[in-house]
């Protein structure tokens, strides 16, 4: 089991380019998450998905989409970058997204936005 | 408004001894509560949870404690090992899938 991977580790975007953050697991979960984790902020959930098909808001969705086509993957997208939006980006998945679920931490992705 | 705070931002404890790290929490819906620990370049690792209805759950070097009345809980390591220096971040929920995560507490165990 690979558990959660996230791709690119690194990324440096210009202000208004788009990109896409990949997230995938197999560890069949149907939960999964996006976080961004700022200096003095902790995580701050992006958004969330409770299985395929379903997406929904967290507490600091504005500039960012999400689709959940399949279990295992959960791109975050963002349309036109801002340098608000440089951070460090975390996805994660559990069973069920119960809170006695562990939730799974990929490795991040460190973006910078110029 | 942070529902969840870590007021102690860094630690630096001896090998051996206790380490205590402290979260708070305002919101009186949260009923389940996590503690994750993340070492640099890496996303965080779960370490142990409480739910509302205990008031501490121990498992091996590792206890927390809730104090409802409080809406404080804290992370007991017992002894610490240098390999326990990490960001220790509390989190909690409500079960709306919905966790909220604290700043963080950086924890340097000296050898």
């Known amino acids: 089991n690979a558990g959660v991977t996230q791709t690119p580790k690194f990324q440096v975007l210009k202000t208004g380019q788009s990109m896409t953050l990949q997230c995938a697991q197999d560890m069949n979960h149907e939960y999964m998450s996006w976080y961004r984790q700022d200096p003095g902020m902790g995580l701050r959930l992006i958004h969330y998905s409770v299985g395929a098909g379903i997406t929904d808001q967290g507490e600091v969705p504005n500039g960012y989409n999400v689709s959940r086509s399949t279990t295992e993957d959960f791109p975050l997208r963002l349309l036109s970058a801002a340098p608000s939006q440089t951070s460090v980006y975390f996805c994660?998945?559990?069973?069920?997204?119960?809170?006695?679920?562990?939730?799974?931490f990929g490795p991040g992705t460190r973006l910078t936005v110029l | 408004d942070q529902q969840v705070k870590q007021n102690s931002p860094s630690l630096s404890v001896q090998e051996g001894r206790i380490s205590i790290l402290n979260c708070d929490y305002t919101n009186s819906m949260f009923d389940y509560f996590l503690w994750y620990k993340k070492y640099p370049a890496e996303g965080p690792t779960f370490l142990i949870s409480?739910?509302?209805?205990?008031d501490k759950n121990e498992d091996g070097r590792f206890t927390v404690f809730l104090n409802k009345s409080a809406k404080h809980l804290s992370l007991h390591i017992v002894p610490s090992q240098p390999g326990d220096s990490a960001v220790y971040f509390c989190a909690a929920g409500s079960g709306t899938y919905k966790y909220i995560f604290g700043t963080g507490t950086r924890l340097k165990v000296l050898a």
């Open positions: 994660a998945s559990s069973y069920s997204g119960a809170d006695s679920d562990t939730q799974y």
């Open positions: 409480i739910s509302s209805i205990k």
